[in-house]
């Protein structure tokens, strides 16, 4: 092998380019600014190069040569950065455009179809009580919330709430307090649910908040249930009245009606005038049912107007017999609802404000909203009440009470009692009334189907056999 003196490497290195020295040494070079122009003036005259050559990335390494330019990987990838760094992409026409990162694991991110439309459906309330009554429970025996959670997902059975639960179990794994996981699925936790929770954690004591949150929609889930209970036994009379007459008219009264002509039989004026309206319904069947449809179609539209909502709210306040319930039910629903928010520690305003939501009748919306102006302003809840209010005077009397002796989280629980009871009294009587009335129709339909069919029919058989 042949040997390389001294000499002959210092005259190899100093026959090597600037910037080959500068390169193995790491110094820097100072460049005079006179060459330096002169420098960038020779490399602007330089053709630039061709399209197919791009820069390279991160992560690549560079080694030129005369001819070429070829890119090598690096044999160690660095880890991937959450920064939404710009990518060259090409795309089928052979133009570039800048795709991020995000954009790429968004596309691959996508659910199937299928998949969002098992996402479409509904949580039922009875499901969001049970839920919290169970996070309750483990979180009093020291479970933490990951687990609890986690756990109520494996035991659901309805696979909307379980796609919930598991974003939510995402958002704790990543950090996320309860409360700002839940407020993702505002349909499945309203506002009064996750600003309890809210609180609950900011005092440390979530695991009590949580017992008291399921109280409060036990007994929100128990006072709905009894008023829809008390109306489904009319429901059910009503729809059995209408099915019935429905049948009469389209499939009996037609064959009677054939009997009729048949036999040319005299018939009376009863008889006759259901036989009329019987063949305009046959004969008009269609558009009777376009007419219908469209009505009730009609009907919707208008009463998404918040006009026209707060003007059939009104309605229902101050019609007969049941004005009263519909009264008492919405006092009841304030007072329960703000005093759970307000026993929890929430400010005065804002428990208005998350019981405006959860209030459906667009009156007391309109009351809350007046309150929450003039509490803003500076005045007491007690002086915040319309002169012409449609809140009950008791309440509006109790509530002056128990902010002049300190004691309104006391009288707001009495009065959400007092108020239920009278709606259950309400409903309790409301369907003794209802009853009888039933049993009247019922009387009088079966009066007019004697009158006008089974009596002609008698008759008819009678004249035959004289």
């Known amino acids: 092998m042949p040997t390389i003196s001294l000499k002959e490497t210092q005259e190899v290195q100093e026959a090597k380019s600037p910037e080959t020295a500068l390169a193995e040494t790491g110094e820097a070079q100072v460049v005079p600014p006179a060459e330096q122009a002169a420098g960038n003036a020779a490399q602007a005259e330089q053709p630039s190069a061709p399209e197919e050559i791009v820069a390279a990335e991160e992560g690549e390494t560079r080694i030129f040569s005369d001819e070429k330019t070829e890119a090598a990987p690096q044999e160690q990838e660095e880890e991937e950065q959450p920064s939404m760094r710009a990518l060259p992409k090409v795309t089928a026409s052979g133009k570039r455009r800048v795709v991020k990162k995000g954009e790429e694991k968004s596309s691959k991110r996508k659910k199937s179809l299928f998949q969002r439309l098992s996402a479409i459906g509904t949580v039922s309330s009875k499901e969001v009580v049970e839920f919290t009554r169970h996070l309750s429970v483990m979180l009093g025996a020291g479970v933490t919330i990951f687990e609890a959670i986690l756990f109520l997902k494996d035991q659901t059975r309805n696979k909307i709430f379980k796609d919930r639960l ?37 005092s440390g004591t979530l695991a009590q908040t949580m017992i008291d949150l399921a109280d409060h929609l036990e007994d929100s889930e128990e006072f709905r249930r009894k008023v829809k209970g008390a109306l489904i036994y009319p429901k059910i009379i009503l729809g059995v009245m209408l099915t019935f007459i429905f049948v009469l008219i389209l499939f009996v009264m037609p064959r009677i009606l054939t009997i009729f002509n048949s036999l040319g039989a005299d018939i009376p004026l009863a008889t006759r005038a259901m036989i009329s309206i019987t063949n305009f319904i046959n004969h008009h069947l269609a ?13 919707y539209m208008l009463f998404r107007n918040p006009k026209v909502q707060k003007w ?15 009264l008492n039910y919405n006092t009841a629903q304030v007072s329960q609802h703000f005093g759970t928010l ?53 309440f509006v009397k109790l509530i002056r009470v128990g ?20 709606v259950d009294n309400d409903v309790k009587n409301i369907t003794t009334i209802i009853e009888p009335v039933i049993m009247v129709l019922l009387g009088l339909m079966v009066a007019g189907l004697v009158i006008t069919v089974i009596g002609p029919i008698y008759q008819l058989i009678s004249n035959v056999g004289q």
Do not use: W
Not at 315 to 324: D, K, M, S
């Open 166 to 202: 598991e974003s939510i179990v995402e958002s704790l794994n990543n950090g996320q307090s309860l409360s700002n996981a839940m407020r993702r699925f505002s349909k499945v936790f309203p506002p009064i649910y996750t600003n309890i929770i809210q609180v609950g954690e900011k």
């Open 287 to 299: 558009m009777i049912f376009g007419g219908v449809f469209g009505l009730a179609a009609l009907i």
């Open 312 to 326: 059939r709210d009104k309605v229902y306040i101050r019609f007969p017999l049941v004005g009263h319930i519909v």
């Open 342 to 394: 307000f026993a929890s520690g929430i400010t005065i305003v804002r428990c208005l404000e998350i019981t405006s939501t959860v209030v459906k009748n667009k009156i007391f919306q309109s009351e809350i909203g007046y309150m929450i102006e003039k509490i803003k302003r500076g005045a007491a809840l007690s002086q915040s009440f319309p002169e012409k209010s449609f809140f009950p005077p008791m």
């Open 403 to 422: 902010e002049r002796t300190g004691k309104l989280p006391h009288v707001v629980e009495y009065m959400k009692k007092y108020y239920k009871g009278l």
